[in-house]
């Protein structure tokens, strides 16, 4: 990862140790630099990192907690920092490009559409963005049924049915770096760490994922993976009210066929072509 910090000033001369500090100057014109300065600092400790506490940035950089929440704030609300269960993590771009690329949620409204329709039950897209998901679009299934997970959102990946897929088909790596942080429970639902993994290999075992009160009690999900060139691009779920459980293996047989139809949409050159985000 390149070095965010400014190495010249705007007529390319080199800073020094005190110009860094006084920006070159003094009045407001150096205090900018500095809270600049202080800002890019943080930034590339969090790009770096991966995750990190507001308490660690403190640590690491020397800067009052005071300071850092500030800064943190600033560059959370500009949508450069996510925060997930007291942790900061880098943030991902989700608008579509301003080109003619085809996006993933062009591919897949219809299906979450005919989802909705078919079951009477929210239908989500999520992908995986490191140890999150994500929500890239959501058909409701009426007017009144707001859920905490809409478009944009993101979440951590260890509960849900519309985050578990992504976490059974995730690296090694990140379901190791997601299990040895601490994990919120959300409810007395919420799966415990131990519980997790073993719930994983269910998941690719069977092909879906179904929670019970994980994220909001008297809630259900069920989930499922999209593939795309041998790997998992997004989920598809369906979300609704506990008493929606009937015909369960049916919701599960229409959501498969959905990521089957998803899949099949998908050009060939999908990395190309779709806002997607595999890293580990």
């Known amino acids: 990862m390149s070095d965010l910090r400014p190495k010249a000033d705007p007529n390319g001369r080199p800073i020094s140790g005190g110009a860094a500090a006084s920006g070159g100057g003094s009045g407001t014109g150096g205090a900018a630099y500095k809270s600049l300065h202080r800002g890019l600092e943080i930034l590339q400790l969090i790009q770096g990192r991966g995750r990190l506490k507001i308490s660690e940035i403190s640590s690491e950089l020397g800067m009052p907690l005071s300071t850092v929440y500030r800064y943190v ?3 959370r609300d500009a949508g450069f920092a996510i925060e997930i269960d007291g942790y900061l993590m880098p943030s991902s771009r989700l608008a579509e490009s301003d080109d003619a690329s085809p996006h993933l949620v062009r591919y897949a409204a219809p299906v979450l559409r005919r989802l ?11 992908v995986r963005v490191h140890i ?9 299934a009426h007017p009144q049924h707001r859920i905490p997970f809409g478009r944009g959102k993101v979440r951590s990946l260890y509960a849900g049915a519309t985050a578990l897929p992504l976490l059974a088909y995730a690296p090694k790596k990140v379901v190791r770096e997601l299990l040895s942080g601490g994990l919120r429970a959300y409810t ?9 993994e073993p719930y994983l290999r269910q998941v690719r075992a069977e092909g879906h994922a ?4 994980q994220i909001t009690p008297g809630m259900v999900g069920i989930g499922v993976p999209v593939f795309a060139g041998g790997r998992v691009l997004c989920s598809l779920s369906l979300v609704g009210d506990e008493r929606q459980t009937g015909a369960l293996d049916e919701r599960i ?6 990521a089957t139809e998803l ?9 190309l072509e779709v806002w997607s985000d595999q890293s580990a």
């Open 132 to 140: 999150t998901a994500v929500c890239l679009e959501v058909s409701y």
């Open 73 to 75: 704030t600033v560059l």
């Open 253 to 258: 047989a229409l959501l498969k066929q959905g």
């Open 116 to 126: 909705r329709e078919l079951t009477g039950m929210t239908a989500i897209l999520a």
């Open 188 to 196: 007395t639902a919420t799966m415990s760490p131990e519980m997790i």
């Open 263 to 271: 899949a099949a949409k998908l050009p060939s050159n999908v990395d």
């Open 210 to 213: 179904v929670s019970y009160g």
